[in-house]
């Protein structure tokens, strides 16, 4: 077997390893691709060997050893689709950290170089990150171009329908925040039955509290607090808390326009074991509508 034999082979099996979730096996082989490369003096062979490495440590949460190594790679290589590796890579270190604003911005060169490699995959894939991404920043309507070029591509990527749903979820809740109300819905209701029908039920929590969101944003109270009780109790059951806390401050919000006090205070009440130090919260929520400040993905 020749040298550039190997390091293919080498990456086939690495390849394969990951694919079946053996991932320490997985990055040892990639670490031998990456050695072969070396051996063979093929600097561009080299990163890209590194950037497949950093797929498995991002799965084993222990890449954000390799972010200087990954910008390196950024500025030098001239190959499109390495390049994209290390910079959507980058962004997932950054994310990681919660730095928004820098995984954000390595996170839109990923999308600029993808499109650069004609790579559908890795079009979809930063179009997606990228969305999420400009989602938690509240820049809905970048989120909104994002999420509909990821869905448009999602068949040509052949991605699940959970995938999928989830894809349709975000951008049902980025047409709400951006007056889109009922397509908003529609979406997420879609997203809803699929996710349903695939039996991903952990998602579940997420969508019905963005169903409780937008109907909530169209006065319709009773459908807001029945998809709001849908969410705590998938919220509960997949100990998924944030959903949790942000659907009592919905569903407070519900229970205050409907005028059902007590309702309000049992809301009011299961949400201050979130703010244990914050001792005006009940009046401070009572004060204005969170509705119209909360972001749901942040």
């Known amino acids: 077997m020749g040298t550039s034999e190997r390091y293919v082979r080498l990456t086939q099996l690495a390849q394969r390893a990951f694919s079946s979730a053996r991932l320490e096996r997985s990055l040892r082989l990639f670490e031998a691709a990456e050695s072969e490369a070396k051996r063979l003096g093929d600097r561009g062979l080299v990163d890209r060997a590194f950037c497949n490495r950093c797929v498995v440590l991002l799965e084993l949460e222990r890449l954000d050893s390799e972010v200087g190594e990954l ?62 991404l400009a989602l938690v920043d509240s820049r809905f ?56 029908g695939v039996g991903s039920a952990q998602y579940l929590a997420e969508v019905f509290q963005d169903l409780c969101y937008g109907h909530l944003q169209r006065g319709e109270f009773g459908a ?33 326009d409907e005028g059902d006090e007590e309702s309000t205070e049992a809301y009011l009440d299961r949400l201050a074991v979130y703010y244990p130090d914050f001792h005006g919260m009940k009046n401070f929520l009572r004060a204005f509508n969170v509705r119209e400040v909360i972001n749901l993905k942040a």
């Open 71 to 132: 910008k390196h790679v950024l500025m030098r290589s001239r190959d499109p689709f390495t390049s994209w590796m290390a910079a959507y890579y980058t962004s997932q270190v950054y994310k990681a950290e919660g730095n928004v604003a820098r995984a954000l911005a390595y996170v839109r060169r990923a999308s600029e170089l993808a499109d650069a490699c004609g790579e559908t995959r890795a079009v979809a894939a930063s179009a997606n990150e990228h969305g999420t």
């Open 224 to 256: 807001a607090r029945a998809f709001g009780e849908k969410a705590l109790e998938h919220a509960k059951r997949f100990q998924l808390p944030t959903i949790e806390r942000n659907t009592l401050m919905l569903l407070a919000d519900a229970a205050m």
């Open 141 to 196: 309507a970048e989120a909104r171009a994002c999420f509909e070029q990821a869905l448009r591509l999602s068949e040509a990527t052949d991605l699940d329908a959970m995938g999928r749903a989830i894809i349709r979820d975000n951008l049902g809740y980025c047409l709400m925040c951006t007056g889109e109300v009922d397509s908003g819905i529609e979406l997420c209701r879609d997203a809803a039955a699929t996710l349903e």
